[in-house]
């Protein structure tokens, strides 16, 4: 790679012309390879003789899948030798957001950020040395963030091995590309212009979060209670503002200042900001402080908590059999009994839940501290934004999948239903007392003490009481079927409650 063409330090240039980080040869990485296996050895007694067993150390076969992973074009192999399950066993559910929150990602936010400043730098009149750009000049320029590829990032990347600071490695990136358009040519120094790198990072990981998380709908429309639950949190996301700056390495545009006395900073990077579609944060250090992140997690930490307890409930009312699931041709449940449907799904989302809300906790915690005008902690930390929100992402989509399975099944609540007579005591015992009969718990506590209850003793109770007719005969009509209160109605105004329009948009 050549020296971007915009370098004109001799001291920069040198560097950067200097040969690339070399790159290990390949035998060299993989050592152990080379050298013949180690051996590690062991006493065991068995009864009473004891021998030494050998084994042998596990480091060729490991060195051996290392080698065929380097070697690897095809997608199983990198998703087979993945460390992270959502990057491999998960991708095919979670690919959706890697655009968002992978390492091209932020890349591609940043070149972004970076392009669309030299634009409005080319608007502001009293920046003269940044003339407005022809049609073609623009054009070319939203193409490199509209085409921006792979390829173009990995050259990034190949920048980022000299320099060793991502951001600069995106300057310079642009400043080699566009030194090929003879109007951008000219104004190459004008990228970057009075940014610290944090100007950058921050809009790039707020667009990330503006454009990336997913927006699940209400999950079990028959399930009202965790509907409107969820429904409440998920309009708070909407309350969220996510935020951006732009006011150089300590908040206070100093280098803007003394560069351009004439210009309104504050004014113009609000405008710059808010053109991305961003809210714009005025207070700030070097930094973002990040809390509209803290708020947005702790959102999805406590969506995430309601979503376990639904899942939780899933899960008994399968064991107990009120839901029945819808088996899948070939699909295996358990190795060893095979009538048994687990429920996977649910337990698959409630360990995704948990692993999700582990590190959105972190982030949340994490994220609002920084020492003094900043440290980079939050640097590494926030590459993780994305595999928080992947498990969540990924849980939602178990949740949805277990929901479709089910079936209510109806002969089993009605068996129960049909057991449990006991359950009229409540209402029997409530109208004895809208009517006056002494003692309506005791009594019915007697009735029931130590006998079965069924249809017949609640009936020759009912018929025993001294109530006006109508109410008497009222609860002879009672079942455990239709003691149900208002959950009908409750269930089908759910939609009084829940918005699935603008229940999780994130402004
Ligand atoms: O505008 C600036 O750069 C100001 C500078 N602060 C920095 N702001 C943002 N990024 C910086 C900063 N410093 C380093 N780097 C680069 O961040 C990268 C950190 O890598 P990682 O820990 O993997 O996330 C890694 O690429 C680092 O090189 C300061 O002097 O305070």
Redesign the pocket.
Known sequence: MSAPPSLKSPATAAFLASPRLAVAPRAAVLGATAQPPRRLSCSAAVGAEARDLEMSAPMDWAARSVGELEQATDLDTFCMMALSPLDGRYFRFIKDLMPFFSEFGLIRYRVLVEVKWLLKLSQIPEVKEVPPFSKDAQLFLDAIVQDFSINDAKEVKQI?KI???????VEYYLKQKCSSNPEVAKVLEFFHFG?????I?NLSHALALKEGPASPTTLGKEMANFAARLSDIGKSFSEVKILGKFAG?VGNYNADVVAYPEIDWPKMTEEFVRSLGLEFNPYVT??EPHDYISKLFNLFVQFNIVLTDFDKDMWTYISAGYFKQIAKAGEVGSSTMPHKINPINFENSEGNLSVSNGLLCTLSMKLPISRL??D??D??V??NLGVGLGHSLLAYKATMQGIKKLEVNKVRLDEDLEQTWEVLAEPIQTVMRRYGIPEPYEKLKEMTRGQAVTKDSIRKFIEGLDLPEDAQSSLLKLTPHSYTGEAENLAANIWNVVDLKSGFKIK
Request: with cysteine.
């Open positions: 980022e320099t060793n600071h991502d951001v600069k490695a940014c610290t790198s944090e100007d990072n390495a070097q930094i005008q900043r980079l902690t640097s590494t926030l590459r």
